[in-house]
């Protein structure tokens, strides 16, 4: 089987769009830390992490290899960044919070770490609007999800 006959029935996915994935995945984290928004001024923990591998998707191209899943919260944001960190434990991957300097530390040192993902749609509808809001939601996995052939990055068709 040569290229052609791979990518012939092949329908592209432009990976560069938002969606919200479904399904299980296996995470390879990018950068985890503090960023300074020139517009607000404000602080805000980021957390990047891209799919190397679809352990199950609940449809077709609901979640591939190299979607991107982006956590961005206000400092002011207890509940989520309470969320992050009770997820990276779960998932084996503990801050160290000795000290804010050990904490940031250990934030970075969460590059290039994997964790096992469920994502799934969630919806709710406001009191004040007519139709439902959709929403990523997502909690990791323990670590004891991760095997060798998970862990190894698929190509994303």
């Known amino acids: 089987m040569g290229l052609y006959d791979v990518l012939k029935d092949h329908e592209p996915i432009d990976l560069s769009k938002k969606k919200i994935l479904q399904g299980e995945a ?32 609940k449809e077709e191209n609901s979640i591939v290899p190299g979607n991107q899943f982006d956590v961005i919260m206000d400092l002011e944001q207890d509940k989520k960044i309470k969320k992050l960190q009770n997820n990276l434990f779960t998932a084996g991957l503990a801050l160290d919070m000795a000290s804010e ?57």
């Not at 990018?30 to 190397?52: H, M, P, R």
Request: hydrophobic share 35%.
């Open 26 to 57: 296996v995470l390879q984290i990018k950068s985890c830390g503090l960023v300074n928004s020139k517009k607000t001024g404000k602080d805000y923990l980021t957390f990047k992490a891209e799919v190397i591998n679809v352990v199950k998707a």
């Open 101 to 157: 300097e050990a904490m940031t530390a250990s934030m970075l040192g969460l590059e290039n770490k994997l964790v096992y993902g469920y994502f799934s749609k969630g919806k709710f509808k406001p009191d004040d609007k007519e139709e439902e809001i959709e929403f990523q939601n997502w909690k990791f996995l323990p670590a004891s999800k991760l095997t060798p052939e998970n862990s190894t990055p698929q190509v994303p068709f």
